[in-house]
């Protein structure tokens, strides 16, 4: 009786626990992570988190990539004509130069003329020689030249529309020009043409009279 009832307690007893089961066992052993309810979830946060991090930094890296170009300044070369204004067109024998042929002030012409990115031309040095006849003779020609001296004074602080005094070789004046004479329109005559004959020499014309002009580029920035 005694070995048949400690067999029966011994039944008895794994009856009642219901078995171990082997994980359950083994989930104290250091390094064993089988029975870790949260070691599997751990490693799905592990991999967002990655996931995250690797897209974020591909956004990021387009955002970098596509505002490089937006960035960029748009700026085109001030010294190339890029367009030309209405009523206007290049000349061949100077490509650098546009001539236009409206009959205006020269304030309005100059305003023609900075529209299209332009101003009143510079008419110095070796563009004298290549302009010299080949410009239309049917009136003077307005040029970048102006003079800001009060009336009686002719001839001084004429200068060229990027502030350049006029002088030396460049103050081509046709003979007796500068002389303040006045065109019956206006009594002051300060600002500067090319001369409608002589093309090669300037006169000084009132601003208010109407002529056609010459534009050029601006290269001083």
């Given at each position: 009786?005694?070995?048949?009832?400690?067999?029966?307690?011994?039944?008895?007893?794994?009856?009642?626990?219901?078995?171990i089961?082997?994980?359950?066992?083994?989930?104290?052993?250091?390094?064993?992570?089988?029975?870790?309810?949260?070691?599997?979830?751990?490693?799905?946060?592990?991999?967002?988190?990655?996931?995250?991090?690797?897209?974020?930094?591909?956004?990021?890296?387009?955002?970098?990539?596509?505002?490089?170009?937006?960035?960029?300044?748009?700026?085109?070369?001030?010294?190339?004509?890029?367009?030309?204004?209405?009523?206007?067109?290049?000349?061949?024998?100077?490509?650098?130069?546009?001539?236009?042929?409206?009959?205006?002030?020269?304030?309005?012409?100059?305003?023609?003329?900075?529209?299209?990115?332009?101003?009143l031309?510079?008419?110095?040095?070796?563009?004298?020689?290549?302009l010299?006849?080949?410009?239309?003779?049917?009136?003077d020609?307005?040029?970048?030249?102006?003079?800001?001296?009060?009336?009686?004074?002719?001839?001084?602080?004429?200068?060229?529309?990027?502030?350049?005094?006029?002088?030396?070789?460049?103050?081509?004046?046709?003979?007796?020009?500068?002389?303040?004479?006045?065109d019956?329109?206006?009594?002051?005559?300060?600002?500067?043409?090319?001369?409608?004959?002589?093309?090669?020499?300037?006169?000084?014309?009132?601003?208010?009279?109407?002529?056609?002009?010459?534009?050029?580029?601006?290269?001083?920035?």
């Open positions: 009786m005694t070995r048949a009832g400690d067999v029966l307690v011994v039944l008895t007893a794994l009856a009642g626990c219901g078995g089961e082997p994980d359950a066992a083994d989930a104290g052993r250091p390094g064993h992570d089988a029975g870790n309810p949260d070691s599997g979830s751990d490693a799905d946060t592990d991999a967002d988190t990655d996931a995250d991090t690797d897209a974020d930094t591909d956004s990021d890296t387009a955002v970098d990539v596509d505002a490089g170009p937006d960035a960029a300044p748009d700026g085109g070369d001030p010294c190339v004509i890029e367009w030309v204004p209405d009523g206007c067109w290049r000349l061949d024998e100077a490509p650098e130069v546009v001539f236009c042929d409206a009959v205006v002030g020269w304030e309005t012409a100059r305003t023609t003329c900075t529209e299209g990115g332009l101003d031309a510079i008419v110095t040095g070796d563009l004298v020689a290549t010299d006849g080949t410009l239309p003779t049917g009136s020609i307005w040029v970048g030249l102006s003079q800001d001296q009060p009336a009686g004074n002719p001839g001084e602080l004429w200068h060229w529309v990027d502030g350049t005094a006029l002088g030396g070789a460049d103050a081509r004046w046709q003979f007796g020009e500068p002389n303040d004479n006045g019956g329109e206006a009594t002051d005559e300060d600002c500067g043409a090319i001369d409608r004959q002589d093309q090669a020499t300037l006169v000084d014309r009132s601003c208010v009279s109407s002529h056609p002009s010459l534009c050029a580029p601006r290269c001083d920035g």
